[in-house]
């Protein structure tokens, strides 16, 4: 077991854990943040997405050892000042969520979209969200609240 110290939605938090453990585990067990959701737990589904250094990562397959140091951003820390993220009103407005299951993978899937292509098109965000599985929508309301979202509109 080793002590790592991870900065999870801007606060320090320290783990003691292995460092082959995967961040999900952390996140939800350690944690008990459980906005990432176990989906598949081998990187096919994307469920499970929170943010390293601002980059998506599947965080069943990130190992513990690679988020030393390093700030990781889960659907819990998105919203800010009491004001939920545009991407989050914008799936909530677009009914781009049904059961939720994939939706915080989703929205942080999308946040690392938009920046890095902040008024991203259609085949933009459908490339992006490609490992992203749902398995209610029919993905549609999902490219609109993420188009909307690039447009400013929520
Ligand atoms: S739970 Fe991580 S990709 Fe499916
Ligand atoms: S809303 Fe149910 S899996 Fe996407």
């Not at 008990?32 to 081998?42: S, T, V």
């Not at 589904?45 to 190992?63: E, N």
């Amino acid at each position: 077991m080793d002590e790592i110290t991870l900065q999870v939605n801007g606060e320090d938090r320290v783990v003691v854990a292995e460092l082959w453990e995967p961040l999900l585990e952390t996140l939800r067990d350690r944690l008990h943040l459980i906005g990432a959701k176990r989906g598949c737990d081998d990187g096919g589904c994307g469920a499970c997405t929170v943010l390293v250094d601002g980059a998506a990562r599947y965080s069943c397959m990130t190992p513990l050892a690679r988020c030393r140091g390093k700030e990781i951003l889960t659907i819990e820390g998105l919203a800010a000042n009491g004001h939920l993220h545009p991407l989050q009103e914008n799936f909530s407005r677009y009914d781009a969520a049904q059961c939720g299951y994939c939706t915080s993978g989703m929205i942080l899937m999308s946040k690392a979209l938009l920046d890095k292509i902040p008024h991203p098109g259609e085949s933009d965000i459908r490339w992006y969200l490609v490992g992203n599985l749902c398995r209610c929508t029919g993905y549609r309301k999902i490219v609109q609240a993420v188009l909307e979202t690039g447009k400013g509109s929520k």
